[in-house]
T-cell receptor, first 112, second 110 residues
């Protein structure tokens, strides 16, 4: 039982490049979330999904897109990476919206 | 929008001492969750508080939800080196998403 798995774990991009971060959960959770974590700022919600085929904007959605084509997967895309998007990205899932969230190990993304 | 503030941002504690970290919300919360993140790790759920004035204990950790449901605290007794990490509170207003505080980073001096 792997829980929440994020790939890749590390990535370095050049400004303007695009990439997709993958999150997979094997707990049959309905809700999935993407956060970014910057020093001293806690976790900020980028986008979230309340079920397969649905997505919604969080606190800091600009510059990111997401898709939830399958219940177990939640993809985060950066269309044109900017240095301000250098951060640690965490994916999380929960059975329902009020339930505790289970986090993946994170993706450390650097944009030069 | 909803804001959740945590103080202090950093807490240096001598091993064996007690300390408290505080969480304050700009709006009334329906519930509050606490998470712990070890250095280099990911946040791990500790506990959820729902009722006004609720107090829950986990070994040396005591969590409290304020009477007005706008603040919470985490008290750790007899701090150990295993308590090192960042503690986040996350508050949810009615019908809203979870909003994380900035965290309290705990450093333990042996």
């Amino acid at each position: 039982n792997a829980g929440v798995t994020q790939t890749p774990k590390f990535r370095v991009l050049k400004t303007g490049q695009s990439m997709t971060l993958l999150c997979a959960q094997d707990m049959n959770h309905e809700y999935m979330y993407w956060y970014r974590q910057d020093p001293g700022m806690g976790l900020r919600l980028i986008h979230y999904s309340v079920g397969e085929g649905t997505t919604a904007k969080g606190e800091v959605p600009d510059g990111y897109n997401v898709s939830r084509l399958k219940k177990q997967n939640f993809l985060l895309g950066l269309e044109s990476a900017a240095p301000s998007q250098t951060s640690v990205y965490f994916c999380a899932s929960s059975y329902q919206g009020q339930q505790p969230q289970h986090f993946g190990d994170g993706t450390r993304l650097s944009i030069l | 929008g909803q804001q959740v503030m945590q103080i202090p941002q950093y807490q240096h504690v001598q091993e064996g001492e007690d300390f408290t970290t505080y969480c304050n919300s700009s709006t009334t919360l329906s519930n509050i969750q606490w998470y712990k993140q070890r250095p280099g790790g990911h946040p791990v759920f500790l506990i959820q508080l729902v009722k006004s004035g609720e107090v829950k204990k986990q070994k040396r950790l005591t969590f409290q939800f304020g009477e007005a449901k706008k603040n919470s605290s985490l008290h750790i007794t007899a701090t150990q080196t295993t308590d090192v990490g960042t503690y986040f509170c996350a508050g949810r207003a009615a019908g809203n998403k979870l909003t994380f505080g900035g965290g309290t980073r705990v450093l333990v001096k042996p």
